[in-house]
């Protein structure tokens, strides 16, 4: 899958990720992965689909999508690098994704967000309606329980 716009490309070919930028920002920038490891990011890749945002040859953006491609999907590790934010690529990158073929007739896509809100109310996510039936289990949670 390749959509591009106004000098921008979006790809889900995973031989074209620039791991070290994906690793550098979740690691470095980003407020909920911090401090994650090369190996996490790399595994977590691995076991994903994923969509590239690049200007040029330069990657800029990305996501991922922890997937059965049938039923359930959990977007996770959006980002846009600071020098090309306001140009509503973040929107764009959300738009391609939810368009890949694999993705269609999904049950539910769930994702998490302290502060792009607004960028994933545009392309239809809602609070969950029925918050009260979901539960979660980490290490934040529990320290003792992986």
């Known amino acids: 899958m390749l959509a591009s716009r ?14 070290e930028v994906v690793y550098r920002f979740l690691s470095e920038e980003s407020y909920w992965a911090k401090g994650r490891s090369r ?7 691995a076991a994903s ?15 991922r999508v ?18 090309h934010r306001g140009r509503r690529l973040g929107h764009w990158l959300i738009e391609t994704m939810l368009a890949h073929p694999g993705l269609q007739g999904l049950r539910r896509l769930l994702l998490a967000t302290a502060d792009a809100h607004g960028v994933y109310a545009d392309a239809g996510f809602a609070p969950l309606r029925e918050p009260w039936k979901w539960m979660e289990r980490g290490t934040a949670l529990n320290p003792g329980n992986p």
Do not use: H, K, M
Not at 67 to 83: G, R
């Open 6 to 19: 106004d000098g921008y490309e979006i790809d889900d070919d995973p031989a074209r990720l620039n791991l």
């Open 39 to 45: 190996e996490t990011v790399e595994r977590a890749v």
């Open 49 to 63: 689909l994923n969509f590239g945002l690049y200007q040029g040859t330069a990657q800029v953006g990305f996501t």
């Open 66 to 83: 922890v997937t059965d491609q049938a039923t359930f999907a959990w977007v996770c590790d959006v980002f846009v690098l600071p020098e």
